[in-house]
């Protein structure tokens, strides 16, 4: 049932392609009309600040509308700003959660990994740290001492990286840099992962065997080109063979590269784009990206109000309102996660359309938008805000929030950056690591936003201590914490907002 504290004032809700299309529920749907009472509430009670809150957008309708609740109830008692919540909830976290555990539990995909790992470690020098009660190269585990590491809540957790022990091919390939030496290493490490999966009869025998209707709904589509009606096995050796290649190969050239997210996350990330997430991951993904970007699409609405776009039809009406009252009012934005892409499109759609509507804080929590939405929107348009910060976690809080243990042992927004979206390691605003300006994050782009962030006042790293000051104090700890009622971090915005 919906909080007394929470009503049509304090929220939108936004529909399938960014719509008022309505929802199965009646709480979770909205109309135009309910849009222009926030308005008349705001005019006919002489309120002069709005704080305009985007949650995650892989959260479903409840858990955006709770999150709404408490940014009403904390800006409400802190603050004299008008709070108003876009829900613009997909729900496809449950989906990736589904499709993560229906790997975790696959076999198949836990003997590609050990095979995987077993032949990249000893090439780049991998020595884990006082595992199995003494110290040894990685070429020295037996498939069982790794199957027990994978057992683990955090699979080779603690490693070293031994130059000495790195193969030949591999430190040819990183002074020389080019193709030449990856096409050596490719042909080598085919023949030592056919040598691998044709010697081993439970891997022969899970290729051979029908997957799980769960499994075979998320392989990718090249594995399943010779499926019949009937048939038992949809993979065939050569296949497995060519795909874990392509994996050890990707995981290298990251590795060289120096975009690798550690050892373990990097395999299981490369294992997981080649054989099963990587086009249903990228299409959840994409379709969440393209909702935040939808809401503010042209519209002339006019015929069916269901399929106006709820974002633009808001700032239509909000350039009305100052308009006709001759009142800017002080605006605040906040996004938490995937809340900062659409922060982002918002910011492009008001400098393309020319409105006049300007915003005085863009406050993100964890942002998982691209750097290059944001140096393309906020850096590109600094005169429609006045002030930014941002809260995130440090990598070293990042490495500890872990998703999902066993298969991926990392962060949301290292899963965004590793497997959800099109290419592996993209550069997140929220992940610390790509915002240092230091190599490999170090061209021009990168360097631009790092200055950004450096800047005093425009970033807060949790966990903070204790004697960070008022409106820069952050205790999350994980990805979802940021917006919690037990963390500091809503109390550093209300603080800022309270301005």
Request: glycine content about 6%; proline content about 3%.
């Amino acid at each position: 049932m919906q909080n007394s504290l929470l009503n049509r004032i304090n929220y939108v809700h936004v529909g399938k392609h960014g719509t008022f299309y309505p929802n199965n529920n009646p709480l979770y749907n909205s109309t135009p009309e309910e849009v222009d009472s926030l308005f008349k509430f705001l005019k006919e009670n002489n309120k002069s600040k709005l704080l305009l809150y985007f949650h995650g957008g892989l959260v479903p309708a409840d858990e955006g509308l709770k999150t709404a609740e408490r940014i009403v109830r904390y800006s409400s008692s802190g603050s004299d700003s008008h709070a108003f919540c876009f829900v613009w909830e997909t729900g496809w976290m449950k989906t990736i959660t589904d499709n993560l555990t229906t790997i975790s539990n696959s076999d198949f995909f836990r003997k590609i990994l050990i095979k995987v790992l077993k032949v990249t470690g000893p090439k780049l020098g991998i020595e884990p740290d006082d595992l199995f009660d003494g110290a040894k190269g990685f070429a020295q585990f037996s498939e069982e001492e790794i199957e027990a590491e994978l057992r683990k809540e955090a699979p080779f957790e603690s490693y070293q990286i031994n130059a000495g022990a790195k193969s030949a091919t591999i430190l040819d390939a990183e002074s020389a840099m080019d193709e030449s030496g990856i096409l050596i290493l490719e042909s080598e490490l085919q023949a030592e992962l056919e040598l691998e999966i044709e010697s081993d009869p439970e891997l022969q025998e899970l290729i051979s065997t029908e997957k799980s209707q769960a499994e075979e709904d998320i392989l990718d589509p090249k594995y399943k080109h010779n499926l019949e009606e009937n048939a038992k096995g949809l993979i065939t050796t050569m296949e497995v063979i060519i795909g874990a290649t392509k994996v050890a190969i990707r995981v290298i050239k990251r590795y060289i590269k120096k975009r690798n997210h550690d050892f373990y996350p990097t395999v299981a990330e490369e294992t997981m784009r080649e054989l099963y997430v990587s086009e249903l991951g990228n299409w959840l993904w994409g379709n969440m990206k393209k909702k935040a970007t939808d809401m503010w699409k042209h519209s002339d609405f006019e015929g069916d109000y269901t399929q106006w776009p709820v974002g633009l039809y808001f700032i239509k009406k909000l350039a009305e309102y100052q308009e006709e009252t001759g009142k800017k009012l002080t605006i605040d934005l906040v996004g938490h996660s995937a809340g900062s892409i659409v922060i982002c499109e918002l910011i492009k759609m008001i400098s393309a359309k020319g409105y006049d509507i300007k915003f005085r804080n863009v406050i993100f929590m964890a942002p998982a938008c691209r750097t290059d939405l944001f140096k393309d929107t906020i850096l590109k348009n600094p005169s429609i805000f006045s002030s930014f910060r941002c809260f995130t976690m440090s990598d070293e809080y990042e490495k500890k929030d872990r998703l999902f243990y066993f298969v991926y042992p990392r962060s949301l927004l290292y899963l965004i950056s590793g497997i959800l979206e099109d290419e592996s390691d993209a550069l997140i605003l929220g992940l610390q690591r790509h915002t240092t300006g230091n190599h490999p994050y170090n061209d021009d782009n990168a360097i631009q936003i790092s200055d950004f962030l450096k800047k005093e006042g425009h970033t807060v790293y949790a966990v903070t201590d204790k004697s960070a000051l008022d409106g820069f104090r952050s205790g999350a700890r994980k990805h979802g914490a940021f917006d919690d009622d037990e963390e500091t971090t809503l109390d550093s915005i209300i603080h800022i907002i309270k301005q």
